[in-house]
């Protein structure tokens, strides 16, 4: 049983089939109006801001009883007003858990490695667990199954992408990735997830051709060029990922094929993905943004259950 989620890779296989479990079970409302998180409080410890991550945190929690503090970037200041461990242990006298959003992914670590409740990375530059869980629960429900689904991304090897990494290793996904050179996914991760791939019969393949897997994609997923915290090189990125649109005619060579297009939002419209993309009969970015919520309620159950055992 896991305590708590820094990163994907520490997720077993049985672990993510009964977040997908619990995840289904919120969807489905069989939780009927059972509150099996009342009395319990959680801190949204963000140093950046956010849509979904906050609000499907805040309203999970009360949908299952409990209670979630939001502490934005002016509020804690990790490792600026007091040290990151000292948050941790403070945090832990009064509440049952911690999701953390930080620029830093040493930040989540440190969080986890002092606190003595369960921390959740929110998103770090690292990984965005959160979103890679929802991401691929969302593909089950659409394709009906996940081995051998081919997940192609184009665009920049970030945060959600390492996670992702994991998650389609451990779970038989093809994770076919198309990035310009320079901006490829973290290579300790990649390596990890090959090994990980041997295992489960998982492809993983790297390419800086924008069209390199396209004709096969059962799912194609982009995430903006800037992200929070890389402002100063838009100008380069932009002109860097020109290539990596996804596009109508991108997209023509699935022409007659069943696929889906996905984004994990804030998208950048008519920049990492045209407007007509996202409003076409392929796009399930709204329904990836749904199930934030209904993964979230399933890691505070899983994680706010195993507090006694830490």
């Known amino acids: 049983m896991i305590k708590d989620l820094v990163s994907t890779k520490d997720l077993e296989k049985s672990d993510i089939e009964n977040i997908f479990k619990l995840a289904g079970d919120s969807k489905s409302e069989k939780m009927g109006l059972e509150i099996p998180l009342k009395g319990k409080s959680i801190a ?80 770090s530059d690292l990984e965005h667990p959160c979103q890679a869980l929802s991401d691929v629960f969302t593909i089950k429900e659409k394709k009906g199954k996940l ?20 998650c389609c290793a451990k779970l038989g996904i093809n994770l076919l990735i198309s990035t310009p ?13 090959m090994d990980i791939a041997k295992k489960t019969g998982s492809r993983i393949e790297l ?11 059962d799912i194609v997923y982009t995430d903006v060029w800037v992200s929070m915290g890389e402002e100063a090189e838009r100008e380069k990125r932009v002109r860097d990922f020109s290539a990596f ?7 023509r060579a699935l022409k007659g094929r069943d696929f889906f297009v ?6 950048h419209r008519n920049e990492e993905i045209t407007d007509a993309v996202m409003e ?28 006694e055992a830490r």
Request: aromatic share 6%.
């Open 147 to 166: 081995k051998d689904v081919n997940l192609v991304f184009v665009g920049d090897g970030n945060n959600v992408l390492n996670s992702l990494l994991y």
């Open 44 to 123: 949204l410890v963000f140093q950046k801001p956010s849509n979904r991550t906050r609000v499907s945190f805040e309203v999970g929690m009360a949908q299952l009883g409990g209670h979630a503090i939001y502490l934005g970037p002016e509020d804690i200041k990790i490792g600026q007003r007091e040290p990151t461990k000292d948050v941790a242990r403070t945090l832990s006298r009064y509440l049952d858990g911690i999701v953390a959003r930080t620029f830093s992914h040493r930040d989540i670590i440190e969080l986890a490695k002092y606190a003595t409740i369960p921390v959740i990375n929110g998103l």
């Open 181 to 193: 050179k320079d901006y490829s996914p973290d290579k300790g991760i990649v390596d990890e997830a």
């Open 207 to 217: 390419s800086n051709d924008p069209r390199a897997f396209i004709k096969d994609a």
């Open 245 to 251: 649109q996804v596009n109508e005619e991108l997209l």
């Open 262 to 267: 996905m984004h994990c939002l804030p998208a």
């Open 280 to 307: 076409s009969k392929h796009s399930i970015v709204f329904d990836q943004a749904e199930n934030r919520l209904h993964v979230q309620k399933a890691l505070l159950l899983t994680l706010l259950s195993v507090k």
